[in-house]
Each structure stands twice: as C-alpha cells, then as structure tokens.
C-alpha cells in the first residue's frame, strides 16, 4: 500500500477521505500539524493544488487536498473560496448569506470541490472538479451535515442537503462528484 498524506489536521476530513477510498491501494495518513499551509490561491483549484504540493515536498509523500465552497449568483459567486471564513461559525455564515441575498429572486447557487493530488516531489499529478447546483433558500431546512447544508436546496431532490441521508449527500454532491472522477484516475498513478 503506498501512502497518501491528506492535506488538512481535521480527522473529520481524513475520515470522509476514507469513506470516498475505500476500496482503493492508498493508505491515508494526516499531515503533520505543525505544517501549516496558508490557502493565498484565488480559486479554489489553485488552493487544492497549492497544499498539495507544499505538503507532499514537505514530507516526501504523494498528498491528496482538496479545497470547496459555496458560489451564489446574485452575489456575483461569494462566499466563494471565503465559504470557511464567512463567519465565526456555521450559524452565523448562513445568517450572513442569508441577509445579503435578502429578498433577491434568483436565488442559483452552487457548491464546488476542487481535489490535486501531488507527487513526492511536489508536482501535481492529477486535478479533479466536482460541482453540484442547487438554489439558497430564504430559511434553514434539516439538521444532518456541516456548513450551509440547511440552506442548500436540490429541485430534483426536494431535499436540501442537511435534510438528506448521508450517503445520498454523498452520491450528488460536489465532493462526490469530484471523488468519482478522481477514482479511475487513482489506481493508475502509483
Ligand atoms: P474547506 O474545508 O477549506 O474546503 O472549507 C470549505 C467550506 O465551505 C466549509 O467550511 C463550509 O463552510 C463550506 N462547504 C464546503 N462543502 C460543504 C458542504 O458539503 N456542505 C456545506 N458547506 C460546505
């Protein structure tokens, strides 16, 4: 089994990795907490590729990151890769978005994960996107997942995300797609 540092401290996400691998070669690992790595990127393929790069030559191992957000329309794609920083926590992000959007009636919106992996010497070998559209509703909706998941609607579900089973979040949502596109990919690179 070769080894895959996952780019981020938060075994949360090394877990969800995980779940998206499991019938795969690699063997994820996190990186070590003092390496810190700022995402200055102006999208977020370029902060995918930026931590997976500057970790994987930091320890000599091929390095999976992945970076996402929450594009809405009307406010012309914010939060955008600012999604993490868009409040002090997930109840006052929504709040937020929610006060900018105000009354406005296109409400389109789409969530978007961006994963690179790179090589031990730091070169990226594989870049993936995966997108998943949906509309902002003008409330919060369900209690399951993170983030603005009680505000994501899906028409073709009529379910938001926080109202969703985990693993039908998991098949239609943007970190999903990425992950299927990224799998044949996988098996083939090391
Ligand atoms: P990241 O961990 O730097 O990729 O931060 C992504 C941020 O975007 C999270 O903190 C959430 O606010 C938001 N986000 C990304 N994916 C999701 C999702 O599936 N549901 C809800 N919010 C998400």
Redesign the pocket.
Known sequence: MTVLVVA?S?PG?LREMQSYLTDSDWKLQLKPPELEIE?TGDTFTA?ACLKASEVARATGEWTIA?????QVDALKGAPGIY??R?GKN?EE?IERLLRELGSERNRDAQ?V?AIAIASPNGEISLQVEGICQGTILQSPRGTN?????PI?YLPEQQLT?AEMKPEI?RLC???GKAFASLLPKLSKLA
Request: glycine residues 10%.
């Open positions: 981020t938060n996400k995402e902060n992945d970076d996402s957000g929450l999604s993490a868009y997930d992000r969530f994960c997942g993170f983030g603005y998941d994501f995300f979040k949502s943007h970190r």
